[in-house]
C-alpha cells in the first residue's frame, strides 16, 4: 500500500470507542448510626461503668462478679466490631443505555457481578400494606438479583423510582439533539 492509497486525515488505527453516558449510578451501603468517635466513647462508659459495679461487688466480698462484669465489656466490644464489620458491604449500580451493571462486594470482600441488559430487565418490588416496600429485584432471563436488601423501607422506595426512571430512558433508547 502506498501513501497515495491511505484516506486524507485518518488515521489507520483503531480508536477507542466513546464511553457510553451514565443513567443512573448508585453506590448503596448498610447505615451504621455510630460513628468512632461515638463507639470509643459508649466503650469507654460501659468501661467505667462495669469496673465500678465489679469494684462494688469485689469489695462487698463477691468477686467473681468483677470478672463477669469484664466479660460483658468484651462481649459487648465484639458484637460492635461485628457490627461494623458487615458495614463494608456495598452495593453498585450502575445502568447505561445498552447495559445493566450490578456489583456487590461482601464485608469480607467477595465480589459477585451481573451485567444484564436494560431492555430485558424487568424490575420487581414486593410490598407490604403496613411496612412498605420490602424486597426489590432485576429480573433477567429466569435470573433474579436482590439489589437494595439492607436500605429502609423509605431508602428502598426512593431508591426504586430513580432506578424505574433510568431503566425506562434506557429502553427509550438515546435521543438525538441536533442543536447539542
Known sequence: MTAGNDFPGKDLEATAPEAEPTLFSALL????????????????FITVVSFI???VF??????PIFGFFGLDVLVIYWAFKVNFRTARASEEITVTASELRVRRVSHRGHVAE?????????FEQIS???????????????????????????????????LTVALNTAKRGPTYNPIA
Request: charged content about 20%; proline content about 4%; hydrophobic content about 45%.
Open 29 to 44: 451501603t448498610p447505615h451504621r448510626s455510630l460513628n468512632r468517635t461515638g463507639f470509643i466513647v459508649l466503650m469507654s
Open 53 to 55: 459495679a465489679g469494684a
Open 114 to 122: 451481573w451485567v444484564l441488559n436494560p431492555l430485558w430487565v424487568r
Open 58 to 63: 469485689w469489695w462487698l466480698g463477691a468477686w
Open 128 to 162: 407490604h400494606e403496613e411496612f412498605g416496600i420490602e424486597r426489590l429485584y432485576l429480573v433477567s432471563r429466569g435470573r433474579r438479583v436482590s439489589v437494595g436488601s439492607f436500605l429502609s423501607p423509605d431508602e428502598k422506595a426512593s431508591f426504586s423510582k430513580a
